[in-house]
């Protein structure tokens, strides 16, 4: 699985000043240290950027690229911004990313068709949030389309169907399973991926890492390409890296609707198959789920 760190992000309490601040030092630091972890790009993640946006993504392209080869995905609304971005950029970069609203297709497709660059298309449309799997299913359509008519090739394009909070948006969270499900099929062509650490927001902190690596498995086991991640966290690099198979085949077990034995698993098996059906919406979530 190709994996994306997420760590250079401007809601960061110490990168986000040392972004408005231009401190070379610490941004290279974190680039050097996510580099580090072995994951394959990294996102750079600016937010709406409004004021001096094009100013600040073409120094941090230009700063983070002195001290790393990686590719990068250009994370911000800022128009402006990404294409200060990509013009900076060494090598094949990403935009994260363009909803399936015609005024940001119409904005950013034809600059990455420019720049020779990758899109992640983000099946959010005109009416927000799309309300099940055939929703994001004709999301996902309408962005392949628009992206073909600007000359972006389809396996230049990342789909990412939107992860959000298991806290408070359990029945999107399986409806995002269920989209990957019926996406080899819609579009065979064309990469995937998602903000993995979403479906965790919110979570007590000691619980996150577990939610968020369950979710990992079940979204790999219908073909989910890549994500962008807590570069440090390195039992889920294990498992995307295909080192835990007995946690991801004892995961598939579950999602395959196999009645797992509950005392035959250690702890660490229990809780994992026990977020497994919080993530498959079979159990309500609950702070506590791990108790009950």
């Keep these: 699985m190709i994996l994306i760190g997420e760590n250079l992000n401007v809601m960061s309490k110490t990168l986000g000043p040392a972004m408005k601040n231009r401190d070379t030092a610490a941004i290279q630091k974190m680039a050097v240290a996510e580099t580090e972890t072995g994951v394959d790009y990294l996102d750079v993640n600016i937010g709406p950027a409004r004021k001096a946006g094009p100013e600040i993504m073409e120094w941090l392209v230009t700063t983070i690229q002195e001290v790393t080869d990686l590719p990068l995905f250009l994370d911000t609304t800022n128009v402006e911004a ?91 969270v399986k409806s995002s399973i269920e989209f990957m499900m019926m996406y080899p099929e819609l579009a065979p062509e064309c990469k995937s991926t998602c903000g993995l650490s979403n479906v965790s927001n919110g979570a007590p902190d000691h619980l996150r890492a577990l939610i968020n690596q369950t979710y990992l498995v079940i979204l790999m086991k ?71």
Excluded at 118 to 142: C, F, N, Q, S, T
Excluded at 274 to 283: A, D, F, N, Y
Aim: proline share 4%; glycine share 8%.
């Design 82 to 172: 990404i294409e200060a971005g990509l013009k900076v950029h060494k090598g094949k970069a990403v935009i994260n990313s363009i909803m399936a609203r015609p005024e940001r297709m119409d904005a950013l497709f034809p600059i990455a068709a420019k720049y020779g660059a990758g899109a992640v298309a983000l099946l959010w449309g005109p009416e927000g949030m799309p309300r099940d799997a055939a929703e994001r299913g004709a999301l996902a359509a309408e962005l392949m389309y628009h992206a073909s008519e600007h000359g972006v090739a389809q396996e230049d394009l990342w789909i990412d169907p939107i992860v959000t909070p298991v806290n408070t948006q359990q029945d999107q």
């Design 222 to 292: 219908y073909g989910m390409k890549s994500a962008i991640v807590d570069a440090f966290d390195d039992d889920l690099k294990d498992i995307a890296r295909g080192n835990r198979p007995e946690l991801t085949s004892l995961i598939g077990r579950v999602v395959d609707g196999e009645q797992i034995d509950m005392e035959s698993l250690s702890k660490e098996e229990i809780n994992y198959v026990k977020t497994t059906k919080i993530l498959l919406s079979e159990s309500l979530y609950s702070d506590s789920w791990l108790d009950l």
